[in-house]
Every structure is written in C-alpha cells, then in structure tokens.
Nanobody, 120 residues
Framework: QVHLVESGGGLVQPGGSLRLSCAAS????????MGWYRQVSGKERELVAS???????NYRDSVKGRFTISRDNAKNTVYLQMNSLKPEDTAVYFC??????????????WGQGTQVTVSS
C-alpha cells in the first residue's frame, strides 16, 4: 500500500522560506510525475508545481521564480523549496505521485497534507 509522508510545513513570516519534502513508500510500480498541490478552506485544491520523471517542471504562475520543485528518484522523494513566501501562499499543501503499472491503469496517491502559514 502506497504511503506518502510529508514534512517541512509550519509557520513562517512573509519573505521567509520553507522546504517541504514527501517520501513515498510501499511503491510497487514506478513513479511518473510528482507534484505539490495546495488547498485553502472553501476553495478547490490547486496545482502548485509538478515534475516529470525526466525533470520537466511546471509551476503555477503565482509561484514562478519563488518555488522550486525537485525530486530524488532513488529515494522516491519530491521536494518543494519555497522562498519569498507571501501570506497568500498560506494553505494546506499536499504531495501527489502518479503511479504506473505494467498491466493496470495509472493510480494516484496523496500525502496527508501539511499546513503552511505565512503570517507576520
């Protein structure tokens, strides 16, 4: 059973930095894309950044130049370096992995979510 464990969330002042990490365990197939999403209460979950198995990245416009997504395939871990944080970045952040199997359809796994609060 796939399990994603996140760490790195917390409270930070505007302009500060946080680094989120998410390690996937129990992987039977292979991981294709990995990404980070966030959700504010009352709003839909939105993509923050994603990265493919070949390193191609995609960022939400509002975080470009401030956030950097990376991955360590050997460790099945995805990271999100968040710099120059703004109050509007406050949300629950979730990691997501796209799982590939030889004979089964793609499956997706989600982390438990970690709170990021940017406030002075």
């Amino acid at each position: 059973q796939v399990h994603l464990v996140e760490s790195g969330g917390g409270l930070v002042q505007p302009g500060g930095s946080l680094r989120l990490s998410c390690a996937a365990s129990g992987i039977i197939g292979s991981i294709n894309a990995m990404g980070w999403y966030r959700q504010v209460s009352g709003k839909e979950r939105e993509l923050v950044a994603s990265i493919t198995d070949d390193g191609t990245t995609n960022y939400r416009d509002s975080v470009k130049g401030r956030f950097t997504i990376s991955r360590d395939n050997a460790k099945n871990t995805v990271y999100l370096q968040m710099n120059s944080l703004k109050p509007e970045d406050t949300a629950v952040y979730f990691c997501n992995v796209e799982l590939l199997f030889s004979t089964l359809p793609k499956r997706y796994a989600w982390g438990q979510g970690t709170q990021v609060t940017v406030s002075s």
